[in-house]
């Protein structure tokens, strides 16, 4: 079965601080991998996927995520964030040979708290 | 707006009780999911609708549970006799046949049981 697994629960940082948040996943075949965002009090949103091609991916907002097929990780990034991108954060996976059905598994999420 | 919507909003039931949520997804969406989202934790599948059909019900959907999209439109999902346990944000999301990944979610219907 598959597992998304976000290593960090909580995480607090300055403005202007580097991010990076972990996700690693359980899944021996083809994955497509996501993250969403849900900014308080707002729904899920999708901030980058990954498919297939260049493993660097850039989202929304000047976030990015590295999909290291080695290592079953897709890591989230930003070089510098705002006060505005306090939220959390969900990563995802789905079985890219699921077939029909494109549910996706998800992480326990990280909350992130940026002060300004 | 052409999101996707949820109603109601929150819904405060006593336990024993049953509720129905609705779930009104993009008008050119053929596929609907439900999830359900507790405190500190992700989204879990629920079930997932290609037009009218459902196509897959996870086992976390009790017999207490159901879900229609009688249409291939909006969807309802009803929970009879409530038990604390089922208090959890309902989500609702839709996504296209030919963008199969661009899920659209709903704000959700937050349930308490008391």
């Known amino acids: 079965a598959q597992s998304v697994s976000q290593h960090n629960h909580h995480v607090i940082l300055s403005e202007a601080a580097s991010l990076e948040l972990g996700c690693n996943y359980s899944y021996g075949g083809t994955v497509n991998l996501f993250w969403y965002v849900q900014y308080p009090g707002q729904h899920l949103q999708l901030l980058l996927k990954?498919?297939?091609?260049d493993p660097l991916v850039k989202g929304i907002k000047g976030f990015e995520a590295e999909f290291i097929k080695s290592k079953f990780s897709f890591n989230l990034r930003k070089p510098s964030v705002q006060w505005s991108d306090t939220a959390e954060y969900f990563c995802a996976v789905n079985a890219g040979d699921a077939g029909n059905n494109r549910k996706l598994i998800w992480g326990l999420g990280t909350s992130l708290a940026v002060n300004p | 707006d052409t999101g996707v919507s949820q109603d109601p909003r929150h819904k405060i039931t006593k336990r024993g009780q049953n509720v129905t949520f609705r779930c009104d997804p993009i008008?050119?969406?053929?596929?609907l999911y439900w999830y359900r989202q507790t405190l500190g934790q992700g989204p879990e599948f629920l079930t997932y609708?290609?037009?009218?059909?459902?196509?897959?019900k996870s086992r976390l959907l009790s017999d207490r549970f159901s879900a229609e999209r009688p249409k291939g439109s909006f969807s309802t999902l009803e929970i009879q006799r409530t038990e604390q346990g089922d208090s959890a944000m309902y989500l609702c999301?839709?996504?296209?046949?030919?963008?199969?990944?661009?899920?659209?979610f709903g704000s959700g219907t937050r349930l308490t049981v008391v």
């Open positions: 609708f290609q037009n009218e059909a459902q196509l897959e």
């Open positions: 008008s050119e969406h053929n596929r």
């Open positions: 990954y498919f297939s091609g």
């Open positions: 999301a839709s996504s296209s046949e030919t963008d199969y990944y661009g899920y659209t």
